[in-house]
């Protein structure tokens, strides 16, 4: 064919891509690129909601519906470039609930996996499978997929907690089912701190065998994390991409505590800065003591307090910087579903 043709078919192409577009087909040479990029590109944008902003909002949805009502009183965290979809980066779900005292959100299960990563306030509780946690500040709770789980407050005063769901990556799959319990609270069947005791102390039951490929502990109380994160800042080692990081770990097999969601807690020493790192998979973070400047590469820093939370889409290279004292972050990522399919890479500078 010499140059002529394909110039001629050029002029009657796009009558060829309207029959084409008739019959369902199209042609791939158009979308290749995209469909098949070079490196990843993600809608996503870097984003930070403060506390300042966000807690008197939470705060008047607890005005305006009750717990009950809601089922959850939760605002969520829509990232700006992907408005209307619930989404905090492509593939991750975050959201803020409040529970006032004596109020029940009442239980459900679904498939999608969630971490509870608390903010504020005393007297709080998750139940999960027959068994009720308390939840202080910094603590992680963890209701694994199909679980029954409730939230209640016995305490005073509002309790507030980050809700980290892999909503996105279950609706791409298409595997969302949810039911409703009988009763708004599930019935305990397990005295508290009974998981702890049999997962949580470095042992396990002897003849434990894993039924669920998430973790058996449920809270993993911060003021444990916070022990080990300040004992390994007395060493003076730190890794310089990462400061002192420590990623919540299932007892049973070393893996990530869920199979989709990683979460992460760090200690950036006063005055440290992270070297400039990215990796493939997606990240929420949140100030828990401390304030930070998140740097993501060709934008503006932002500084971030306590209570800040921080979208990172994936691919995006950073650089985080501890700017009043000690500072605290916790983190979570869809790096353990990266890990697992093969796809996961970073790059360290
Ligand atoms: O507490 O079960 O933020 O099912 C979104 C969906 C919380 C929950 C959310 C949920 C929950």
């Not at 980066?89 to 803020?96: E, I, K, Q, S, V």
């Not at 449920?218 to 003021?223: T, W």
């Amino acid at each position: 064919m010499n140059q002529q043709n394909i110039l001629k078919n050029s002029v009657d192409r796009s009558e060829f891509y309207q029959k084409l577009d008739s019959l369902n087909l199209a042609p791939l040479w158009e979308v290749l690129k995209g469909l098949v990029p070079s490196d990843p590109r993600p809608t996503a944008t870097p984003y930070a909601w403060h506390w300042s902003i966000v807690r008197p909002q939470l705060l008047a949805a607890g005005s305006s519906i009750s717990a009950e009502e809601a089922e959850r009183r939760v605002l969520v965290l829509e990232n700006p470039a992907l408005r209307g979809r619930s989404q905090i980066t492509d593939t991750l779900y975050a959201g803020l609930q409040l529970i006032l005292p004596g109020e029940v959100a009442p239980a459900h299960r679904h498939t999608q996996s969630a971490l509870r990563f608390v903010l504020e306030g005393d007297g709080g509780y998750t139940a999960v499978a027959g068994e009720r946690t308390m939840m202080h500040r910094g603590d992680l709770i963890l209701t694994p997929f199909w679980t029954w789980h409730d939230h209640g407050h016995d305490g005073d005063g509002p309790v507030i907690w980050m809700d980290c769901l892999d909503v996105p990556l279950v609706g791409f799959l298409k595997t969302g089912f949810r039911e409703e319990h009988q009763d708004s609270a599930q019935a305990m069947t397990r005295p508290e701190g009974y998981s702890e005791a049999r997962f949580g102390s470095g042992l396990l039951p002897v003849e434990y065998r894993p039924e669920s490929s998430t973790s058996p502990i449920f809270n993993y109380p911060y003021a444990r994390t916070r022990e080990a994160l300040h004992r390994l800042a007395g060493t003076g080692e730190i890794d310089p991409h990462h400061g002192i990081c420590l990623r919540y770990v299932n007892p049973v097999n070393g893996d990530w505590v869920m199979p989709t969601l990683g979460p992460t807690m760090r200690l950036l020493p006063a005055d440290f800065s992270t070297a400039k790192y990215r990796s493939t998979d997606s990240a929420v973070f949140v100030v828990l003591e401390g304030e930070v400047e998140i740097a993501v590469e060709g934008r503006p820093p932002e500084i971030l307090q306590e209570n800040g939370v921080f979208s990172m889409p994936g691919w995006s290279p950073y650089t985080i910087r501890a700017l009043k004292g000690d500072c605290v972050l916790f983190s979570f990522s869809d790096r353990p579903v990266h890990e697992k399919l093969g796809l996961f890479r970073e790059e360290k500078h």
